[in-house]
Structure formats: structure tokens, C-alpha cells
């Protein structure tokens, strides 16, 4: 018997099936089935929520002794709905549920994220309402644990909200309540996990200190989120006009030039990252007054010698 790779074949149908360089139209409802009888030898968390963070509802069907903890968090929310434990051998018993479930979600009435940073993410779904027939109601909660449930009312005409000022790397449930006398429409349910924070440079160190320049080196940002590039800026204590150097990705040093002797400045290094944040670091730096001159050799002596 061979292992158990759902976390690959669930990246596999990310980037072949789901993707819109490979066919997959934006804006159509995406749904995935994974039937399973028991646990896969590679992770399937972080697989599993980029497809739903790229809009795929998820179903499952354990058939097996799967972990209810898991799954229910893999599954999308909310779990009652999108999973089902059931024997092999009884699985015509969910079939009508599953089937209904399934046509449901591919509804074009899907509430979707995008932008999704350390702190916020979009929230967008078609127009279900207009200004005249109804509102909306999102409601906002940590998945992991208890916490205020925020709401935000919107009116008929709305089809975005942002959320902000939400915490790193974390889980949250959304709720979109449609709310109208006029037509009967279902809440729509989405889980969505924040970025983890940008890490930014580290410890920065001068050297080669000159009169008239001196190297900056740091420590890169070594955090999940790669940083896009670095600029390093200095300027001096004192007062006066500051210099930038711009430093690709990749790289972690620089020689700044054309500075004042003896002159102490501050120096901050700046990591940008796709989110638009930026995280920085500074310390600060003095150039010598001089070179170092070398001491005068002693004259030569020179004998001089009467002859006989």
C-alpha cells in the first residue's frame, strides 16, 4: 500500500483545475468533493485553504475514521453542512443531501475574499438586493476561539466590505445575511485566514566606516512573507537633507557615499512587502573625522666616517 498524498493532489487541482491560466473562468463557482476513508500522509491544511481562499467551496465525505477536527476545519463553513461521515457502503443515504448541497454552492451567489493581508481581507458578492428591496448584515468571529462577533450593516446596493484591523495568521467566519421582504435568500458562509505578519529586517550592522561613506549591512527578513526589496535611508542627526538607496531583494548590504566627515547619522532599512506594509529598522552611525594618517618614518642615519 502506497501513501496517502492528498495534500498534493489537492495542490495539484489548485494549480490545474481551479486556475485561470488553465481554462478556469472568473466569477464561476468552483466546488470541490474529497472523499476519504482515513488520514493522508502529507499535510492538507495549507492546501486546502488556498483553494478556499481562492473562492472554491468545499465538500467532504470521511468514510473512514478521519479526525472530526480536521476535516471540519478543511471542510467549508459551515462544517454541519459541508461535511459528512458516512460508511462506504451507505453512501446513498447523504447522496440527495450532497447533491443538493453541491447545486446550491454553485449558485452564482457566492461570497468570496480577496486582498487578503495580515490585518484585513475584501469581502465581494453579486448584487442579491438593490437599495429599494432590502440590506445586508455581515457578521465577523475568530474561528479558533471565543471573541466579540462583529457586524456591520450594509445597504441593498453594497457588493464589497473590507474588514480591518484583524489579528496575524488567524482563522475567521463570516456570515453575509441577506435581509429583505421581498425575496427569500439564504446567508452565505465563508472562513478566511489572515496572512502571517511581515517580518522585518534584523539587526543592522556598520562597517567600513570612512569620512565620506560607510556600509550597511542587516539581517534579511526571514518571515513567511518574502520582502519585495529594501531602501535604506540616511540622513543626519543634526538636521539636514536625507539620501535613499534603493537594494533589490536578495540582497542584505550597501555602501552609502558622499557623506560629511565626522558627522553622526541615523540610518533606517526598510523592508516593502506585496501587501503594501512596510516594516523598518534603524540605528545609528558616525563617520570618522579623518583617514587615519600614518606616522613619519624615522630619518635614516647615515655614519659618516673619516678615513685614515
Same mark, same amino acid.
Given at each position: 500500500?502506497?501513501?496517502?498524498?492528498?495534500?498534493? +493532489?489537492?495542490?495539484?487541482?489548485?494549480?490545474?483545475? /481551479?486556475?485561470?491560466?488553465?481554462? +478556469?473562468?472568473?466569477?464561476?463557482?468552483?466546488?470541490?468533493?474529497?472523499?476519504?476513508?482515513?488520514?493522508?500522509?502529507? *499535510? &492538507?491544511?495549507?492546501?486546502?485553504?488556498?483553494?478556499?481562499?481562492?473562492?472554491?467551496?468545499? /465538500?467532504?465525505?470521511?468514510?473512514?475514521?478521519?479526525?472530526?477536527?480536521?476535516?471540519?476545519?478543511?471542510?467549508?463553513?459551515?462544517?454541519?453542512? #459541508?461535511? #459528512?461521515? &458516512?460508511?462506504?457502503?451507505?453512501?446513498?443515504?447523504?447522496?440527495?443531501?450532497?447533491?443538493?448541497?453541491?447545486?446550491?454552492?454553485?449558485? *452564482?451567489?457566492?461570497?468570496?475574499?480577496?486582498?487578503?493581508?495580515?490585518? !484585513? /481581507?475584501?469581502?465581494?458578492?453579486?448584487?442579491?438586493?438593490?437599495?429599494?428591496?432590502?440590506?445586508? &448584515?455581515?457578521?465577523?468571529?475568530?474561528?479558533?476561539?471565543?471573541?466579540?462577533?462583529?457586524?456591520?450593516?450594509?445597504?441593498?446596493?453594497?457588493?464589497?466590505?473590507?474588514?480591518?484591523?484583524?489579528?496575524?495568521? !488567524?482563522?475567521?467566519?463570516?456570515?453575509?445575511?441577506?435581509?429583505?421582504?421581498?425575496?427569500?435568500?439564504?446567508?452565505?458562509?465563508?472562513?478566511?485566514?489572515?496572512?502571517?505578519?511581515?517580518?522585518?529586517?534584523?539587526?543592522? &550592522?556598520?562597517? #567600513?566606516?570612512?569620512?565620506?561613506?560607510?556600509?550597511?549591512?542587516?539581517?534579511?527578513?526571514?518571515?513567511?512573507?518574502?520582502?519585495?526589496?529594501? #531602501?535604506?535611508?540616511?540622513?543626519?542627526?543634526?538636521?539636514?537633507?536625507?539620501?535613499?538607496?534603493?537594494?533589490?531583494?536578495?540582497?542584505?548590504?550597501?555602501?552609502?557615499?558622499?557623506?560629511? *566627515?565626522?558627522?553622526?547619522?541615523?540610518?533606517?532599512?526598510?523592508?516593502? /512587502?506585496?501587501?503594501?506594509?512596510?516594516?523598518?529598522?534603524?540605528?545609528?552611525?558616525?563617520?570618522?573625522?579623518?583617514?587615519? !594618517?600614518?606616522?613619519?618614518?624615522?630619518?635614516?642615519?647615515?655614519?659618516?666616517?673619516?678615513?685614515?
Amino acid at each position: 500500500m502506497g501513501d496517502t498524498n492528498t495534500g498534493l +493532489a489537492l495542490a495539484y487541482a489548485r494549480e490545474q483545475l /481551479f486556475a485561470e491560466a488553465m481554462g +478556469a473562468r472568473p466569477g464561476v463557482p468552483k466546488v470541490l468533493v474529497w472523499v476519504t476513508d482515513g488520514a493522508s500522509s502529507d *499535510p &492538507v491544511g495549507p492546501p486546502m485553504q488556498e483553494l478556499k481562499d481562492q473562492g472554491v467551496t468545499v /465538500f467532504i465525505v470521511s468514510t473512514g475514521r478521519g479526525n472530526l477536527l480536521e476535516l471540519s476545519a478543511a471542510a467549508s463553513a459551515p462544517a454541519q453542512k #459541508h461535511l #459528512h461521515f &458516512v460508511d462506504v457502503d451507505d453512501l446513498h443515504i447523504i447522496a440527495q443531501e450532497l447533491r443538493g448541497s453541491i447545486l446550491d454552492a454553485m449558485q *452564482p451567489q457566492q461570497l468570496y475574499a480577496s486582498e487578503v493581508t495580515s490585518n !484585513s /481581507f475584501r469581502l465581494a458578492w453579486p448584487p442579491l438586493l438593490t437599495s429599494d428591496s432590502g440590506y445586508y &448584515v455581515l457578521e465577523l468571529v475568530p474561528s479558533a476561539g471565543p471573541g466579540a462577533t462583529r457586524r456591520q450593516q450594509l445597504p441593498g446596493n453594497a457588493t464589497d466590505w473590507t474588514w480591518a484591523g484583524l489579528d496575524p495568521d !488567524s482563522e475567521y467566519d463570516v456570515v453575509l445575511l441577506p435581509e429583505s421582504n421581498v425575496h427569500l435568500l439564504k446567508p452565505q458562509h465563508l472562513r478566511v485566514r489572515t496572512l502571517p505578519d511581515e517580518a522585518g529586517p534584523e539587526r543592522i &550592522v556598520i562597517s #567600513h566606516a570612512r569620512p565620506h561613506s560607510l556600509r550597511v549591512s542587516w539581517a534579511p527578513a526571514l518571515g513567511p512573507v518574502a520582502a519585495l526589496g529594501y #531602501h535604506v535611508q540616511l540622513g543626519p542627526l543634526s538636521g539636514g537633507a536625507a539620501q535613499r538607496v534603493d537594494v533589490p531583494a536578495g540582497r542584505n548590504s550597501t555602501t552609502l557615499q558622499g557623506l560629511t *566627515p565626522g558627522t553622526a547619522y541615523l540610518v533606517t532599512v526598510t523592508a516593502a /512587502f506585496p501587501s503594501g506594509h512596510e516594516r523598518a529598522l534603524s540605528a545609528k552611525a558616525c563617520t570618522p573625522v579623518g583617514e587615519r !594618517s600614518r606616522a613619519p618614518r624615522p630619518a635614516p642615519r647615515v655614519a659618516v666616517g673619516r678615513g685614515g
